[in-house]
């Protein structure tokens, strides 16, 4: 495995792991807690993504691994990569996945091409 896609998914890993602890102790965090929480999370996730993941340097097995699902020629963002991969567009979704994503011809992913 290489250390590019290691690094994808040691983040996955970590960012599911924290954000289970926010049904886990629900009882006795509050809501606000929870939410400062699960925003911090997201926050140390993208430093580490920035730091340690080349997403083109990824082929789309592997990004269908992280979440991604193809949509016709776009391969749609999963929520949780949604603020550091497209930060600058509505994160509405359906399934955990945004209405934006990189566009894809055949096993190619073009990266450099967002798609609606």
């Known amino acids: 495995m290489d250390e590019n896609y290691k690094n994808a998914l040691l983040g996955l890993n970590w960012y599911v792991n924290r954000l289970s602890q926010i049904p886990e102790y629900h009882e006795s965090w509050s809501a606000d807690f929870c939410v400062k929480e699960s925003l911090e999370y997201r926050d140390k996730l993208d430093i580490h993504l920035t730091e340690k993941v080349d997403f083109t340097k990824l082929n789309l097995d592997e990004l269908k691994s992280l979440g991604f699902e193809e949509f016709g020629k776009t391969l ?39 798609t609606i």
Not at 89 to 113: P, Q, S, T, W, Y
């Open 76 to 114: 749609l963002c999963p929520l949780w990569l949604a603020d550091h991969l497209f930060p600058n567009v509505d994160h509405d979704n359906r399934g955990g996945l945004i209405a934006f994503g990189f566009a894809i011809d055949g096993e190619n992913i073009i990266f450099n091409k967002s």
